[in-house]
């Protein structure tokens, strides 16, 4: 499918050699160099790069059809068609050099060569979407300036006749003077004919040349000149850094800008003044040069050939977006999405459940009764099984994510959610990194990278840990089922529950965004400008790949981290030995080291009614939310004589303070679930909201808000339910 | 800029179905200079498909949806006849 071969740049070739500026002068090379070729895969978001990414190397990165699922670089190799190694790199979506996030950033940087952890790319691969090409043209018009070798790959041509479009490659590889790859990424179509191209011994420079608006030239010139002698750029990054500086009005600002030499910024603010001046928009006259180089040859590339009226996606839009149809949509997403929860994942549990118990069986049986069967029967199987169990539950709530995700309705939501978020200082764009919080808010908190004002940014990662993630729906099912144990009780009100609790959650997310927005993070309401990608219908395949991907991450997890604090806290819990060898279990643990550990930390967690034993739970959960039940499994594990097998919500049940009364009372249960909506008990977010900040200062501020707040609620719950007679 | 024969009004208020011609920008240079970038600069064409507090657009074929704030400053003129 690619367009006729330029003279000179066709036929693969085995040996393909590197740049110059890679391999070094002719005459001097004796042995080959080692270095492979890097590739970088660059585009608008939401063109099709990573799928791309994938179809290339085999690799398997997540996919989605909303802008900004890649935030950073992701690095995986391929090979030409003689077999010889090529890396590529994956970087985020941008919509030009001028970077205006964190993610855009990443992509600006690896392009020029600014990063020292990223070898400068040799050939760079423009993805662009055939149904927007003359947006997506104004980047790769950019990149061409670079003055790399490039390849075109014009995606979405299956979209095309669609759109009421008819894209001809061959007029704009004419016009380029670039390679330009048709291509249906998502289909498999035009990968083999990009492998091709990549295997090429010489890629032509770009024929394409456009004149520097005349009242801009001599500063390009001038700039350029400036870069070169005081900045040592070699000259072609100079012109399009001179380029990028003009139409970069804040372009230090932007993390990894590399700063500018005395000399350099001297011309630039020399110039700006005089503009300023004069009253010369630079930068809107730089853009509209582009446009107008690219508005001439979209008229040559491309024929409409359609009606270009209110389509039925327009119209799906303004359902979905701007009418109370939009928002009746989303709480019935919502609703089915928790009911699921509970109704499908029954059978799935109980068929864990059973294995988990038949397991335990056969392995009492087979060991000597002592301290080794019980490690294993009570301590390995009885803490992973109480987590395990909840693995069908976890993997529907990934497959209403990723049908959202795959369908182009995320992106609408985030539309529609934008006047509530506004109210508090966020805007839609800040809706997807939290909704993305409910799976896990890891990639919830990198996923901000896209949002452009740091402040707003901020305030996004400071909440989305509230969010209610997928590691604190094992302890609402379990607080759940003890709260309002067995068929009696309807799926739906064990699902109005658990929907209170996330919905707790995010309304505690918008409370403290609208106190952060007017205090220490005060800033202008936000500006929103956000792409709808056209509506698609499910990928399956990826789902299902997502699901099991989060499938092995979760078995992993409690394979490893979750085993191996089950064996420490079932060692704690069982030494040191009580001297008397007929002590009930309950003195036992009581006597044990979780024991006196639990018991100090009791007078801190008595007044949410909580007493030592869930104050164990807390602690070992701070590794990971979902720790709390297997912890519960050991603790009572060991406890009760009939521990090993009997179900957990029972031993729950059965649980009792020492003068006898119920500990997880209903009242004990809901306290416990507000707890943990709140709480931030997850190492692994503080390690990355560090990364992400660039400090400790967010990390262990977040974390003290988030625990205080969580400890005053809790308490505010406890102790107004005991006044009220619960 | 030339004078414009037509009233010119924020984009927000634009009727769903018709086609205005970009004009002026105003408000936060970043967010002007990040939307002259994205094809909705001076002298596009952008048609409003519906909305006023969330603005749902198409412009150069992309469907693009503005909040309130960001649609006040990009300022149209009301074409009378949608171009094809």
Known sequence: MAAAPRPGSEGADPALPLPAHIAGPPGRRRTPPERMPVYALVGNPNCGKTTLFNALTGLRQKVGNYPGVTVEKKVGETYSQHGHAMRVIDLPGAYSLAARSPDEAVTRDVLLGRRADTPQPDRIICVVDACNLERCLYFVHQILDLGRPVIVVLNMMDLTARAGLEVRPAELEEALGVPVISCAAVQGRGVVELRLAMSRRELPLARHSWTVPAPIAPVVAELQASLVAADGRPPLIARAEALLLLTDQDSVRVAGSTPLSAVTGAVLENWRRRWTGQGTDWSGTLIKARYEVIHGLCREVIRRTGDCGPSLADRADALLVNSGWGWLAFAAVMAVMFYAIFALAEYPMNLIDGVMADLADRVKDAMEPGDLQNLVTSGMIGGMGGVVIFLPQILILFLFVGLLESTGYMARAAALMDRPMSRVGLHGKSFIPLLGSYACAIPGIMATRTIENAKDRLVTILVAPLMSCSARLPVYLLMIATLLPGDAVPAATKAGLMFLMYALGTAGAFGFAWLFKRTFLRGDPPLMILELPPYQPPHFGEILRQMLERAWLFLKNAGTIILAISIVLWFLSTYPKHPDPAASPEVQIAHSFAGEAGRALEPLIQPLGFDWRIGIGLVTSFAAREVFVSSMGVIFGVEGAEGDTAPLRDALRAAQWPDGAPLFTPLVCLALMVYYVFAMQCMSTVAVVKRETNSWRWPLFQLAYLTGTAWVVTFLVYQSGRLLGF | ?84
């Not at chain 2, 030339?2 to 408000?27: D, K, V």
């Not at chain 2, 412009?59 to 009301?78: Q, T, W, Y």
């Open chain 2, 1 to 84: 800029m030339s004078a414009s024969p037509f009233p010119l009004i924020p984009l927000c208020q634009l009727p769903a179905g018709e086609t205005g011609r970009i004009l002026r920008l105003t408000g936060d240079e970043g967010f002007c200079q990040r939307i002259r970038e994205m094809g909705c600069g001076e002298a596009a064409l952008v048609t409003k498909l519906s909305g006023t507090t969330m603005s749902l657009c198409r412009v150069r074929g992309m469907r693009l949806a503005l909040n309130h704030r960001a649609a006040i400053g990009i300022l149209v003129e009301h074409l009378p006849l949608a171009p094809r």
